[in-house]
């Protein structure tokens, strides 16, 4: 247990270690995520759809459609792209939360299961998230989704997605979102924040493994070179939805989360705040906490106020 820092008990025994994406490392993790996840395999509240779809380049990806029992038609749709450093698969709690967003939130969930580095380098995942995007905006006639209630979200690296997405569908003028959920949001690859250099030895994601993982995802690019969307809090912010973005204490990535709530105020976006205390980068892997449990029901707070319909 680390005594460094002032980590609720909750998450004070969480592993402290630093992540090597070499392939074998990554395939390693990857089959342990798959068989956890095998192994808490359950049964769902709700009605679950595979689907594979067609990415820029051509190459498939997956995504799984989470829709609640007896949601009425034209309903609202979380699309989420999920944690992992950008090169590791869901895990069982990913999946756990999002059927709880959509059955308190009263929408459907696009999983978005995107392709993962090191052996598909940025822009591999995030063409796949922002085709699943077209995507639903396509056939939202045949998924039952109203166009106007449209939103992205994710935790971590998906964080980064979710939030590099809404920039390009703004871009793109594809549809207008009406909300991005971010989660403890990688948002920054010039890993300069304090917390960014100072979190070195924190539990479960410090900086070193950080400054890994963005010269994983960004290794067909040169040293420090941000190509558009990939680090959002490099993006233009302006005309971005209703926001949510949530931080943990002894996280790398809380200064670039609290730049990224300042830069978007600073354009007059309204954004839902969430600085959690004596926690750490995935500490709601602790369902149980009570401070898990907060941010859950804040989460849930920001996506039913997101798809309260607009009065005319």
């Known amino acids: 247990m680390s005594t460094k820092y002032n980590i609720h008990p909750d998450f004070a025994r969480f592993p402290v270690f630093t992540f090597k994406f070499s392939p074998l490392i990554v395939g390693l993790m990857n089959l342990l995520i798959k068989v956890t996840r095998w192994l808490g395999k359950r049964s769902f509240t709700l009605n679950t759809q595979e689907h594979t779809l067609v990415s820029a380049d051509g190459s498939p990806f997956k995504v799984i459609v989470m829709t609640p029992h007896d949601l009425p038609k034209s309903a609202p749709v979380l699309l989420y792209y999920h944690g992992g450093g950008f090169a590791l698969t869901y895990a069982s709690n990913h999946l756990q939360n999002c059927e709880r967003y959509a059955n308190d939130a009263r929408c459907i969930v696009v999983f978005v299961d995107y392709r993962l580095a090191p052996k598909h380098p940025f822009p591999c995942a995030f063409d796949d998230s922002y085709a699943a995007l077209e995507w639903v905006v396509k056939e939202s006639d045949k998924l039952g989704i109203d166009p106007s209630r449209i939103a992205v979200g994710g935790d971590s690296a998906g964080g980064a997605l979710a939030a590099g997405v809404a920039q390009k569908a703004r871009d793109e003028q594809l549809v207008t979102l009406c909300g991005q959920l971010l989660i403890y949001p990688v948002l920054d690859n010039s890993c300069c924040t304090p917390s960014a250099t100072d979190f070195v030895d924190v539990p479960l994601w410090n900086a070193i493994s950080n400054r890994r993982m963005w010269e994983m995802y960004l290794s067909q690019y040169s040293h420090q070179e941000t190509p558009l969307y990939a680090a959002p809090g490099h993006g233009q912010?302006?005309?971005?939805?209703?926001?949510?973005?949530?931080?943990?204490?002894?996280?790398?990535?809380?200064?670039?989360?609290?730049?990224?709530?300042?830069?978007?105020?600073?354009?007059?976006?309204?954004?839902?705040?969430?600085?959690?205390?004596?926690?750490?980068?995935?500490?709601?892997?602790?369902?149980?906490?009570?401070?898990?449990?907060?941010?859950?029901?804040?989460?849930?707070?920001?996506?039913?106020?997101?798809?309260?319909?607009?009065?005319?």
Do not use: C, W
Not at 258 to 278: G, S
């Open 237 to 312: 912010l302006r005309d971005l939805p209703l926001s949510y973005v949530e931080t943990a204490e002894f996280d790398p990535l809380r200064d670039e989360g609290l730049n990224y709530i300042a830069a978007l105020q600073a354009e007059n976006t309204e954004v839902v705040t969430n600085e959690t205390r004596q926690t750490v980068h995935g500490y709601d892997g602790n369902a149980k906490s009570s401070i898990a449990k907060q941010s859950m029901l804040e989460r849930v707070e920001f996506l039913q106020q997101a798809f309260a319909p607009v009065a005319d």
